[in-house]
């Protein structure tokens, strides 16, 4: 392995997590640089998603350490790790479905203004311009602008998808975590998303993607892990992953 | 925070706010047809209205369901008639600690009840409410006075009172500095307070606290993972409706100073869901128009007798009349929880928000249709559909 980079934000150092009897993930060590589009990549039941839910805290690791930034992320409660700077698309869209498009587009805006709890029941919604008018431009942005007084679980699948990257996004987030955020979606909008994805790229946000459309994952990635079985079989550029005769095995060579 | 912000609020919100006063302003002449304009009434009305908001905002907004509210019910009430006892007749100092303590006693119960969430916070509240009750019952009897309940007594000491007036004759009444609490002018105090009390709610609902409540009872999940610390808003819910129901207790005390354990049963607590439920979770007004129907029809069912039915149906022949008075009168006088019942089960199947549904669609119908739910009105909290 690599010694400790300057460059890394996201160190997973030796990662296990077994259900039971299943190893869901073995030896995972993965170092994500700062800035870099980071696609993780494996078949159905690989544990990637497992892999996610250990670095924002739905899962305790059985071993091993998630740092982030410096600081050690595991045993910290999920809203903890979001407020130093960790958000997640789900995937399962993870949405407020009885509050309006607009409102949940608004609502991360709030917890990244004013921390993880702050007792405001004497001012009111509509004096929360600045957040309002950030939250309208950001549906523009994602296409959403004239759904945005719609109950959010009447969206489509794919809209709601978006909406969820837009709610993300609302808190400019260090890292962002992404698990399939195109499935589901039109080729239409998947190509939207891949621009819109690039275009935080430019801002300097850290990416790691998680997606089975290769298309996606080649468009965008600057480095992808396989993983297989739970633990990682190769890693690299995309041209070294995809020239790769291991992972054409387990994997391209599977779902191809 | 400054003042503006506090009073700037949506002209909707504003003409509810304002309409609202003048109902509740005006129910002893609107009442009158009904036959329910009496004062007696007219205070339940008021302090139902309030203890159905509060329990609202916790029910309502974040979708956790207390079986427990009429403990703080209890305490409110315990405690304003201790400090009538204590200190003063005057309502002011009964209610402001009636509010504390109803408040100290819900951070309590909600801080280990909120670790729960779905039927195992509702199982802890109910049994916390219960303890609760048992409690009032027995082992602290020298502070409740048991079954008898706690009354005043021309021993009382009331240190503030003493100070201003000599021994009187007979036992005092609570008064706003001379202006006695009961009939219409004790009406008129617990009508003040249901009034500042809508407008808090209102207040709440239109903020982005509420926005985060409403968010909770969506989504609780999101809500962790986008960076909230849910427990302390559930916590603050929690307190702030528990508040709402001491100062209902409080003002119970204050028309009528007295309190008893089994203002804190069980079936207290549940009538305060059925309310909230009948009248719309979630909605501002529902709950108050669901605790004022039940208030009325209970007055009206629970004084029919068998002599009222037999008056009612004596136009029937004599072998039908005496059936359907044996029928009806399952349902009038103590039966009148099966007629409540009825309802309940009916509203809940036909119209699952209430009241205030009911009302929505059947406005929605006159105004040409739109009301098929699927807008969000961002700027209209009042009509978030409950579930
Ligand atoms: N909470 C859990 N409890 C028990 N087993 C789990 C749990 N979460 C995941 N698993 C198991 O761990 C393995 C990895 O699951 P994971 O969801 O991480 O796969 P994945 O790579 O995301 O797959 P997919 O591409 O289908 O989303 C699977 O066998 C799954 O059944
Ligand atoms: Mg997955």
Known sequence: ?256 | MNLQGIFSMSRKDLTTLVIFSIVVLALPIWLQPFGAAYPDLMQRFAIFGILAIGFNILFGLTGYLSFGHAAFLGVGSYTAVWTFKLFSMNPIPALFFAVIMSGLFAFIIGFVSLRRSGIYFSILTLAFAQMSYNLAYSVLTPITNGETGLQLESSDPRIIDSMFVGEQAGLPVSNFFGLEMSGIPGFYFCAIFLIIGFFITQRIFASPFGMMLRGIKSNQTRMNYTGFNTRPYTLTAFVISGMYAGLAGGLMAVTDPLAGAERMQWTASGEIVLMTILGGVGTLLGPIVGAWLIKYFENIFSSFNENVLHNLFGFLPDGVESVVVEITSMFVGEGWHLTLGLVFVLVVTFLPGGIMEGYRRITAMFTGGGGDGKKANADDKQTQPAE
């Open chain 1, 1 to 256: 392995m690599t010694t400790a980079n300057e460059n890394v934000v996201l160190h997973v150092a030796d990662v296990h997590k077994t259900f039971g009897g299943l190893h869901a993930l073995s030896d995972i060590d993965l170092q994500i640089e700062e800035g870099k589009t980071h696609a993780i990549i494996g078949p159905n039941g690989a544990g990637k998603s497992t892999l996610l839910n250990v670095v924002v805290g739905r899962l305790a690791p059985t071993r091993g350490a998630v740092v982030f930034d410096g600081q050690v992320l595991t045993g910290k409660q999920p809203h903890e790790i979001n407020q130093v700077g960790v958000a997640r698309v789900f995937q399962t869209p993870e949405i407020f479905p009885e509050l309006s498009v607009l409102q949940n587009v608004m609502a991360p805006a709030f917890a990244k203004r004013d921390g993880a709890f702050k007792l405001n029941f004497l001012s009111s919604l509509a004096d929360e311009k600045q957040i309002r008018e950030e939250a309208e431009h950001m549906l523009e942005d994602i296409g959403l602008i004239h759904q945005k007084d719609m109950h959010a679980g009447s969206l489509s699948r794919g809209d709601k998808r978006r909406m969820e990257l837009a709610m993300c996004l609302m808190q400019h987030p260090k890292l962002l975590l992404l698990d399939e955020p195109t499935a589901g979606m039109s080729r239409h909008d998947t190509n939207t998303t891949i621009e819109l994805l690039k275009k935080i790229k430019e801002r300097g946000m850290t990416k790691v993607i998680i997606e089975h459309d290769m298309h996606v994952v080649f468009s965008l990635a600057d480095k992808i892990s396989v993983l297989a079985g739970g633990r990682i079989i190769a890693e690299g550029t995309p041209e070294e992953v995809r020239n790769n005769p291991k992972v054409q095995e387990a994997y391209l060579g599977g779902a191809h």
